[in-house]
């Protein structure tokens, strides 16, 4: 069965994933869950980003027809033991950034998928290693300037203007972008779908 056969409702507000969802020919429906972001008591990092991922797929399970599908999804960066959220502020976002600078830091991105025809529930994540250049305060302030840290965990985006400051990546590429396409492909070959 093709997965476009499918009703799919991707609970994200996310343009990044979206976009990726898209390049790979999935048709779906666009339905952000409203919901503060917990962390519900979870002590590991794969936890954690799974869970969030839960609550958004839980949250707008109501709007789902009973062979549809849910698919959800949330991204970390944890650098020392710390998640960096999306920054609060400009001054945020530069401290932020001067915190990645020189240094590796992990990428948590998390895949949930309920699929109400299969009556079938995935949950999964996967860890990616980055390392940063060292930057410069000019580099950190010209690249405030683009606005594209503001609504990104860990303050950069690594498809855009924040590319320029990767010195390795070891892990899903995908993931830090936002979505872990392989990892979501490789479970829907698992149901039985063809994508």
């Known amino acids: ?41 979870k002590a590991d990092f794969g936890d954690i980003v799974i869970d969030l991922a839960e609550q958004k797929g839980e949250a707008i399970k109501t709007l789902m027809l009973d062979d549809g599908m849910i698919i959800a999804s949330d991204t970390i960066v944890v650098i020392n033991n710390e998640i960096l959220n999306k920054p609060d502020d400009r001054d945020h976002a530069f401290e932020m950034l001067r915190l990645l600078s020189g240094k590796v830091h992990s990428v948590f991105t998390s895949l949930y998928v309920y699929d109400g025809y299969k009556k079938a529930t995935i949950k999964d994540f996967t860890e990616t290693k980055v390392e940063f250049y060292p930057l410069t305060d000019e580099q950190i302030i010209d690249y405030l300037d683009t606005h594209e840290p503001f609504d990104k965990a860990g303050a950069y985006g690594i498809h855009g203007y924040g590319s320029k400051f990767i010195k390795k990546i070891d892990g899903c590429f995908f993931s830090v972008m936002g979505f872990p396409i392989p990892l979501f492909s490789q479970n829907m070959y698992k149901l039985g779908y063809n994508l």
């Open 1 to 41: 069965m093709h997965i476009n056969e499918r009703n799919i409702i991707l609970a994200s507000k996310s343009p990044r994933r979206k976009e990726l969802l898209e390049n790979i020919g999935l048709k779906f429906s666009v339905k952000p869950a409203d919901i503060e972001e917990i962390h519900r008591g």
